[in-house]
């Protein structure tokens, strides 16, 4: 069966929904002031008969008969006939000049029924013209409404064509929307703030890209030149080979570290699907025990103080950050230096603090060291164990559990690191009592 072609019905759009929103509102009050008129006139129109030169003729409900003249005044219809030596229009006076009742009745039951037809007439007219009114009045409204329609939705036009011409390759341009401050201009505020941030993802993102590429390239192109240098030599023996493998398997350790270092950023970028309690106290206990040695090793005089501290996150995340903080005190610090751990709880939050003496850092420096791959040598050649993804590991995981992070270079060299967690009670059948502090001197 072959289906009659339909002709395609134009898009529903906000335009043409809002413009018959407005003539179906406009329509629905102009009925309801119709009807509400013509009660009006209904009511007011109770009782008048009809009209002569002298004034109104009334009939009352209790059957009696009057005429308001011009002025206001009210006289019975005897006195009228009385006065005018006549009768109600519509009558024959009799010979003596007064109404018999079989007369007066007969005048109201004929003025009744010439005010049923002349009320019929006038209501007619009202509702016809009304109706024409009402009908030529809501066509007006559609295009107003239109009109109105089109004039409010300018602006989301211009939000929708200029967010069609941004992409990545122009994120910096903004819809700056000029206006009264309404619910418009905060929507293309809001947009605005959005590019923002999507401008700050996407650099972050290629300077990440590149820097990894070049980090990992660099113990590729290692692994490389040893194995040439090794395959090349004509005299080759059992140690040269095994010393290049080891080489070798060096760079690959450090590839590994480096992955792994890739890994736990991207997944404390990603956030937290699920979090428990966490002891920051407990966690950081272990993560210096764990260091004790190579503190000693360094020389670094070790001050502690751990009291009470709960959060609620991912513990593998919250050791990771405590372990790159520590390291990076470790690695960046000076011969016979200092290295400070504290946890408490302040203000309902659990903070972890840790403060290292070195190398005197610009304060202008210090965001730059929380972004992938940036040290504070800004020479990559220079490898001090450490892969520049540290401080921005402990952002990310740090931004995961909504902790706030706050750095400040010290004056004669280093910086302390403090992290605010969300405090949390502490889980059931942990300890309560605050660890003494301690100094471990190497």
Known sequence: MRIPYLPKLPR??????????????????????????YVLVQDANTGIITSSDDGVIV?????SV?????????????????????SPPGLNPPPNGALTPQQLQAAHAQLVERMKRQLA??????????????????AVSLGLGWLVAGRVLRPVRTITTSTRQI?????????ALQGPDDELKELGDTIDDLLTRLEAAFQSQRRFVANASHELRTPLARQR????????????????????HERVLNATYEQQRLIDALLTLARGERGLDRRQPVDVTDVATEVLLSRDAEAGRRGLRLTTRLDEAHTLGDPH???????????????????????????????????????NTGPVIPADQVFRLFQPFQRLNPDRTHHDGGLGLGLSIVQAIATAHSATISAHPRPDGGMEITVAFPGAEPAIGAATQPRPASTRPS
């Open 317 to 355: 995340l919250v050791e990771r950050l405590v372990v790159n903080l520590v390291d990076n005190a470790l690695c960046h610090n000076m011969t016979s230096g200092q290295l400070d751990v504290s946890t408490t709880t302040r203000d309902g939050a659990a903070v972890l603090t840790v403060t």
């Open 66 to 86: 009057f005429m308001v003249g011009p002025g206001g005044s009210i006289e019975s219809l005897d006195d009228v006939d009385a006065r005018d030596g006549g």
């Open 167 to 175: 992409s990545a390759t122009n994120l910096h341009q903004r819809l």
């Open 121 to 138: 007439a006038q209501n007619h007219a009202f509702l016809t013209r009304s109706g024409i009114a009402l009908g030529v009045m809501s």
């Open 12 to 37: 529903r759009t906000v335009r043409i929904r809002l413009t018959l929103l407005y003539g179906a509102l406009f329509l629905l009050c102009g009925a309801g002031l119709l009807a509400t008129t």
């Open 59 to 63: 009939v009352k409900p209790d059957g």
């Open 225 to 244: 030149t040893v194995i040439q240098v090794a395959l090349a030599d004509p005299d080759a023996t059992i140690d040269s080979l095994r010393t290049a």
